[in-house]
């Protein structure tokens, strides 16, 4: 079954630097990798999901990028908020469901 | 707004009590998740449904889980006896699934925090 890892477990950035989450999956077969954003003491959310015959999608100030043939994808947030503190999950879909990554959690330095 | 439904929000038992989790679908949703959230494994996916059919509950540990879905309007997740080591958040979430190539996005209900003493 599908395997999903992420790194870094925990990251710290200056407000308005980038910050970027990296997933890896392991099966070949899995074709959607959406990203969800959980605030503290709240339910997951989708921020931005990209499906595998895209490269690459852009959203504001969030973008995904995947590599297929190296099973990564990542997500990439540029001029850190405040409101962007928060444990971001990573996930890939397989034939029939949908397995997280064990999150990251990013704190925004004031 | 259509939400995923959950209750009860919190759950404080003790250790060998039965614990049962509810969580209502968003209407026309036809597959269920239910997630464990611990701080160290992250989302830890138990069981699914698709139409109502358990699809897969190699997740949970068979001899004190159970999951059911009686109705498209309900999903139940029980833990009989229930031990220290269950304390989590216990999310369900809901998404409208067709096909390989059909997919919209997965809603989360607010979770369930039990507390196993």
């Known amino acids: 079954g599908e395997n999903v890892e992420q790194h870094p477990s925990t990251l710290s950035v200056q407000e308005g630097d980038s910050a970027v989450i990296k997933c890896t999956y392991s099966d070949s077969a899995s074709n959607y990798f959406p990203w969800y954003k959980q605030e503290l003491g709240k339910r997951p959310q989708l921020i931005i999901d990209i499906r595998s015959n895209v490269g690459e999608k852009k959203d504001q100030r969030i973008a995904v990028t995947l590599n297929k043939t190296a099973k990564h994808f990542s997500l990439h947030i540029t001029e850190t908020q405040p409101e962007d503190s928060a444990v971001y999950f990573c996930a890939a879909r397989d034939a029939s469901k949908i397995i997280f990554g064990s999150g990251t959690r990013l704190s925004i330095r004031p | 707004d259509a939400r995923v439904t959950q209750t009860p929000r919190h759950k404080v038992t003790e250790m060998g009590q039965e614990v049962t989790m509810r969580c209502q679908p968003i209407?026309?949703?036809?597959?269920v998740f239910w997630y464990r959230q611990t701080m160290m494994q992250g989302l830890e996916l138990l069981a699914y449904?698709?139409?109502?059919?358990?699809?897969?509950d190699s997740g949970m540990p068979k001899d004190r889980f159970s999951a059911e879905m009686p109705d498209a309007t309900l999903a139940t997740l029980k833990i009989q006896p229930s031990e220290p080591r269950d304390s989590a958040v216990y999310f369900c979430?809901?998404?409208?699934?067709?096909?390989?190539?059909?997919?919209?996005?997965?809603?989360f209900g607010s979770g369930t925090q039990l507390s196993v003493l």
């Open positions: 979430a809901s998404g409208y699934w067709e096909s390989w190539e059909e997919f919209e996005k997965l809603f």
């Open positions: 449904f698709r139409n109502r059919a358990p699809l897969d």
């Open positions: 209407l026309g949703h036809n597959t």
